[in-house]
């Protein structure tokens, strides 16, 4: 089995899976297990925190070199919220990432959303907008239910 192909089979067959093989290749610094996780699509779009709109898979892999020069980033999940419908799936995502500040901040929290397409080769991300959030309000909502 070829390096490619074993990383696309450790993506997984659901949204969480390839989900978390996104942000373990981030904890890790892996540059092209991250970028596996995208699709292979013209429009994929990514906006980081603070940053532009980042469009294709050559200025989304540039941004993410640029992120994980030093190393790995320290992300944690805190809070996912899902909804999946055949083959397109949407997470919002709450993100703690653990920076040591010499001020004795808190970590900063950030909000992200992610759209999976279902393609031929499994589950692929076509969307990851990030934001920096408030601690506060970010709580599971209680009891689920549908909108509409």
């Known amino acids: 089995m070829s390096q490619k192909s074993r990383t696309a089979a450790r993506l997984g067959g659901s949204p969480d899976d390839l989900e978390n093989a996104f942000y ?5 610094g892996d540059l092209d ?3 596996a ?3 292979d699509e013209d429009e994929i779009c990514c906006v980081h925190p603070g940053g532009g709109r980042l469009v294709g898979a050559a200025a989304i892999r540039a941004s993410y070199a640029a992120l994980l020069e030093r190393g790995g980033l320290p992300l944690a999940h805190q809070l996912t919220r899902r909804v999946q419908a055949l083959a397109c799936a949407m997470h919002s995502v709450i993100e703690r990432i653990d920076l040591p500040a010499a001020d004795g901040a808190a970590a900063p929290t950030v909000v992200a959303s992610h759209v999976f397409i279902k393609t031929a080769s499994g589950w692929r991300l076509v969307l990851h907008h990030a934001s920096v959030g408030a601690a506060e309000g970010l709580q599971a909502p209680a009891g689920g239910g549908v909108l509409h």
């Open 24 to 28: 373990e290749a981030l904890r890790q």
């Open 33 to 35: 297990r991250v970028m």
């Open 37 to 39: 996780c995208w699709a």
